[in-house]
């Protein structure tokens, strides 16, 4: 039995619940793959881990911090949750 394939458009859905959940002043900006959590958001370190960590709970997945670091906006961090989600 296959697990089931999690889609790019709701693996961005649940990061975007997560921003505007967790990162202060989100819901006024609009979340778009382009965006910065950073330069963006405003978002602080403890803010992005908690987006990341809890996207991969909700998506049940796992992505080794490596990888994670190597995302500067939120396209790349959707790109990498896609590919540990088929992994």
Do not use: Q
Request: hydrophobic share 45%; charged share 35%; aromatic share 4%.
């Amino acid at each position: 039995m296959s697990a089931a394939v999690v889609t790019r458009d709701e693996i961005f859905t649940v990061i975007k619940g997560n921003i505007d959940k967790i990162v202060e002043g989100a819901r006024e900006k609009e979340v778009t793959p382009e965006a910065s959590l950073k330069d963006d958001f405003g978002a602080d370190s403890l803010e992005i881990v908690e987006v990341v960590s809890r996207s991969m709970k909700e998506l049940k997945i796992k992505v080794p911090r490596t990888e994670l670091s190597k995302a500067t906006n939120i396209r790349e961090l959707v790109d990498i949750f896609e590919n540990f989600a088929t992994a």
